[in-house]
Structure formats: structure tokens, C-alpha cells
């Protein structure tokens, strides 16, 4: 192909000048050397060749009931009901992207009203976007609207926050030069209230999660709440939605913003994505005006009609360009559909069943766990345990593998002032033969070692 048959390829010295560079490399310059390798790709191949030596991968794959997985740590296998799949594969939603002509999108709008309809009932908060990326990044950006709207700089956050969700939240920070303080534990592996009190000074937000990263139920949320409110804070929770059949909603104990992960309802693991970000506020301008991505809302045409459009979108595609309080310029509308037809399917007493299934799976993978390694916080957890062993936790983990049982998320280089810990986890779908073999096989696996 020609260079006359690139776009503006004619201008790209004017281009390279208007923006404050000499050539094309410039453009790259914050990429480290080396980063880019050359490729060395192998000839080309037939589309059935290409077919045959795919299937041949993908049939080392296991699905979690070939081998029984207790990996947890922010990916979770939860059931999904069939009709589930079946509706989110109808046409008029899997075809869906941003609905920017509201007269023809009506059916698309009314389910993400649904959606943040269903979520803002779940955690207690009247206003709920049309979802963000995932939870961390539902977490980064209320950072920075924390940021906005308190005029401040620092934001508080656990020290046993989620690895991954640490490292998008600095990325997001990074640029509005923001300050991350962390908040040590105490011996139930809850936040410790007198460090939080030293740190909460000229905090914009302060964060917590339920369950918090161990598995553990925070007990002083509402305590913590009003910490952040003395000191002019935002009262920011990150919340995992099928705890909220079993405990009070965040929006009922001071939060002020919600975060956390819609794509625990309605959709599988599919090797960790896509997701939903949950994002809510409360009902106050301040706030509704700072929030990132868009609100569905609903109104009456000019023929009186029940109608919905997209009430806000305060994102750069639009009239906020420069002013824009968020990059994101998308969301995940069909993951979001999925969660809103699983929490509709479900109804109140389906998630408080479903939570309340959780937390007895998990009271009794505890009791086993802990006669095979010791369980470090005395608390009450949900799905996930830590727990710390007398061997090497990599050598079990290698074990588990030959036997066929998939282990935790190794915690030591994460947290390594816990030792040879990991964090196992379960769910509604685990099963008490899973849990009974994963103890015999460790106690066994143990005993090897000692051997």
C-alpha cells in the first residue's frame, strides 16, 4: 500500500511539530530500551493447520470440575444459571456498543437502567454508572474523584489491598500526583483503627474492602467511616456483591462512593475478563457530577412514553473533552447485562441464599484447613482463607498439581512477613468431597516432606 493511501500521511512533519516532536521515534521515547524485541515469527500456516494445532492446545486445558481449583484471590467459579448465556447471546445485546442514538437503542438502555437499578438497591446507593472496566479500575478512579471533590491529595487504602488492584490504583494516581498511604493490620487481619487515625490527616479518601483481601469480614466499617468523615474524607468501600445477602450494604454504613466487581454475577471466568466495574455514590450534586463514565436514565418521549437515554457522560469523547472526569471512554455493557439478569433471576432471598451457602463452604473449609497449616486471623471470612504451612508453600502447590487439584495464590511474595502462606478460596460451587481430598492430600504431601 502507498503512503497517498494513509490518511494525512502528507502532514506528519506538521503533525510531529504541532505537538512537540522531531520525528516518529520521539513518539516512543518513554518505552524502556529493549522492551521491543524483534518478533521472529514462523512462516505462515493454512487456516485448517492453524485449527488443528489450537485444538491440540487447548486440550491440555482442565475445567475446574475435571480438577477441583481453590485458587480464589479475585477470580472466583461461580454457578451461572443457562438462560443466563442464552439472553446475553441475543443479537440485539451481544451486538451492542455505546448507544449513542437513544431511539434506537431502547432495549440496550433499559437493561443498564436495570443494572444500575438492581446495584444500587444491592449496596445501598441511589446513583450507579453503567459499569467501569473492572474493579480496579472502579477503585483508581474513585481515588482521583476523591481527589476532585475534597481538594486533597492522599488516599488511604489498606496494606493488604489486592496486589493487582494496588497496581492499577498507582497507575491511575500517577498522573494527578497523588499520595498513597497504607493502613497496617491487626491480629484479626482487619484494619487497625490507630494507624488509621495518624494517616486519615489531609486524606481526600479512605478505602476499604468487604471482604478485605484476606477473606475477612471487616467488623468496623462504620467505625472506619466516621474516621474519614471527622477528618473531611470520602468514605470509599470495595465491595464483592454476593457478600451483600449476608451483611448490611455498604450505603447503610456511612460509604459514600461503592466500588467492586459485577462480573461475579452472570459470568464465568473465561481465563480472568472481561469484567464490570460496579461504581456508585450517593444522591448529592457534588459527587454525581464527578463521577466517572455514564448514568442511564429514564424519561418520556415527546408522545409521553416511558423512555431511556444516557442522563450523563461526563467522559472526553463528548462535550467535557479536556474536562472530562475520566479517560474511560467505554464500559462493559454486556457484562453488566449479564449481572443484572443473575441478580433479577436470583431475588432478594437468591443472594442472601447464595451468600449464606458461601459462608457455610467456606466455615468448613476453614475447620479442615486448620488441621493441616495454621490459619494466622482469628476472624470471620468469606470464599477466601489465608493459610500459613510448615513446608514450603511452592513444593505443596507442585503436588497439587500432579494429584490434579489446583492450590491458593502463594502470598509470601506479596506479604512476606506471613510466611509460607496462601490464600485458598471457595464457593457456592465447591464441594465437600474437593475439600476433603485437598486435606488429605496436603496432610500427606506434608508428611512426605518431614519424611
Avoid at 56 to 61: A, D, F, H, R, V
Avoid at 62 to 90: D, N, S
Avoid at 281 to 307: C, H
Avoid at 317 to 331: G, L, V, W
Wanted: aromatic letters at 10%; a negative charge.
Amino acid at each position: 500500500m502507498g503512503k497517498h493511501y494513509i490518511p494525512n500521511s502528507a502532514h506528519k512533519e506538521e503533525m510531529l511539530r504541532e505537538i512537540g516532536f522531531k520525528n516518529i521515534e520521539d513518539l516512543f521515547s518513554d518505552v524502556p530500551k529493549g522492551f521491543v524485541k524483534e518478533f521472529n515469527l514462523p512462516e505462515g500456516k493454512s487456516e485448517y493447520e492453524v485449527f488443528l494445532e489450537m485444538n491440540e492446545i487447548l486440550s491440555k486445558n482442565k475445567t475446574v470440575l475435571e480438577m477441583p481449583t481453590f485458587l480464589g484471590a479475585g477470580a472466583y467459579f461461580h454457578y451461572v444459571p443457562a438462560h443466563v448465556k442464552y439472553l446475553i447471546e441475543r443479537s440485539e445485546f451481544i451486538t451492542s456498543y455505546t448507544p449513542y442514538q437513544a431511539e434506537i437503542s431502547q432495549g440496550m438502555l433499559q437493561a443498564l437502567f436495570e443494572y444500575q437499578s438492581l446495584i444500587g438497591e444491592l449496596v445501598g446507593l441511589e446513583i450507579v454508572n453503567a459499569s467501569m472496566y473492572d474493579w480496579g479500575t472502579a477503585l483508581g478512579e474513585a481515588a482521583r474523584m476523591a481527589a476532585r471533590v475534597k481538594k486533597k491529595d492522599k488516599f488511604v487504602v489498606p496494606k493488604h489491598l489486592h496486589p493487582e488492584r494496588d497496581k492499577v490504583l498507582k497507575t491511575f494516581v500517577e498522573g494527578a500526583d497523588m499520595e498513597i498511604e497504607y493502613v497496617k493490620w491487626n491480629e484479626k487481619g482487619q484494619i487497625d483503627l490507630e494507624d488509621l487515625k495518624e494517616k486519615v490527616k489531609d486524606a481526600a479518601g479512605v478505602y476499604v474492602e468487604l471482604p478485605n483481601f484476606f477473606g475477612i469480614i471487616e467488623e468496623q466499617v462504620k467505625e472506619i467511616g466516621e474516621i474519614a468523615h471527622e477528618n473531611d474524607a470520602l468514605f470509599v468501600v470495595g465491595v464483592d456483591p454476593t457478600i451483600l445477602g449476608v451483611i448490611e450494604a455498604p450505603g447503610n454504613l456511612g460509604a459514600d462512593v461503592v466500588v467492586g466487581e459485577a462480573s461475579f454475577l452472570g459470568s464465568a471466568l473465561n481465563f480472568g475478563g472481561p469484567r464490570a466495574g460496579i461504581f456508585a455514590t450517593k444522591n448529592e450534586r457534588a459527587l454525581v457530577r464527578q463521577m466517572p463514565g455514564r448514568i442511564i436514565g429514564m424519561t418520556k418521549d415527546a408522545e409521553g412514553k416511558r423512555a431511556f437515554v444516557m442522563t450523563l457522560q461526563t467522559r472526553e469523547q463528548h462535550i467535557r473533552r479536556a474536562k472530562a472526569t475520566s479517560n474511560i471512554c467505554s464500559n462493559e455493557a454486556l457484562v453488566a447485562v449479564a449481572a443484572a439478569i443473575h441478580l433479577a433471576s436470583l431475588g432478594p432471598k437468591g443472594v442472601q441464599k447464595l451468600g449464606e451457602i458461601i459462608l457455610k463452604n467456606t466455615a468448613y473449609f476453614k475447620k479442615r484447613l486448620s488441621e493441616v497449616a495454621e490459619i494466622p486471623f482469628d476472624a470471620i471470612n468469606f470464599k477466601d482463607i489465608p493459610a500459613k504451612f510448615e513446608i514450603p508453600y511452592s513444593v505443596i502447590h507442585e503436588r497439587l498439581l500432579e494429584k490434579g487439584i489446583h492450590g491458593g495464590f502463594y502470598l509470601k511474595p506479596h506479604f512476606p512477613e506471613l510466611g509460607e502462606s496462601a490464600l485458598l478460596a471457595v464457593t457456592e460451587t465447591t464441594r465437600k468431597e474437593w475439600i476433603d481430598a485437598l486435606i488429605e492430600n496436603v496432610r500427606e504431601i506434608i508428611n512426605e516432606a518431614e519424611l
